[in-house]
């Protein structure tokens, strides 16, 4: 945070793990005047009210969509972490990169060395640029398999493509 404002976290203090932060008081910022934080407030409510964009029409399989959703919330285990209907977990939602199946190396760069469980509302309007923090999934059924593959899922093909079009729904 390079603005006039006040701005506190105490793990940037770490000199291990944030050097130059540590060694610049990044974990303690203080400005007199302070120019950030009241504008803070209505910059938080206007990003709350901007809704997700919904699919467009004929975007997905309706069908298909249904069925995916009960291996989303059923044999697939999606639902623990993205957790409906914010799809992601409404409280402390970052997760170790063993516990999704990559590397760390984003994660280890934050301060608590983890990934946030991304919510999935409006997936449709994100199709370009890839899915993950660093876009390493070209498309919706390179994440299943992805999932697939690190937690054993035992997915079938039939299964697989009902959870994209489930996705694609969202
Ligand atoms: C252990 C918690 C956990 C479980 C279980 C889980 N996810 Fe995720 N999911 C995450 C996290 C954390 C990320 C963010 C990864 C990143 O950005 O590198 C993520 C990211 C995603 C994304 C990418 C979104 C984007 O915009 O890039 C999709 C899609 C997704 N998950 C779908 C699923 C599906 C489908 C399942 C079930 C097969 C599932 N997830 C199970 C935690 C989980």
């Known amino acids: ?54 699919p467009s029409h004929g975007s997905f399989d309706p069908a298909l969509a249904e069925q995916g959703k009960a291996v989303f919330n059923g044999a697939a285990g999606c639902a623990s972490c993205h957790v409906p209907p914010l799809f992601t977990e409404p409280g402390w939602n970052m997760h170790t990169p063993a516990e999704i199946g990559i590397d760390d190396f984003q994660a280890s760069r934050s301060p608590d060395r983890r990934y946030r469980t ?15 923090h660093d876009g390493r999934f070209a498309n919706l059924r ?5 999932y697939n593959q690190a937690f054993a899922l035992g ?13 694609k729904s969202l």
């Not at 404002?5 to 303690?28: E, H, I």
């Not at 991304?118 to 993950?132: E, V």
Request: hydrophobic share 40%.
């Open 155 to 167: 997915l079938t093909d039939g299964q697989t493509l009902q959870l994209v079009e489930y996705l």
């Open 142 to 146: 390179a994440v299943v398999e992805h």
């Open 1 to 54: 945070m390079h603005c006039q404002g006040t701005f506190v976290d105490s793990r940037l203090k770490d000199p291990v793990q944030f050097p130059v932060a540590a060694r610049a008081g990044f974990g303690n910022v203080r400005h007199d005047p302070d120019l950030v934080t009241s504008k803070l407030p209505a910059l938080q409510l206007y990003q709350l009210a901007i809704p997700a964009p919904r």
């Open 118 to 132: 991304t919510p999935l509302a409006g997936l449709s309007a994100r199709s370009t640029g890839g899915f993950y």
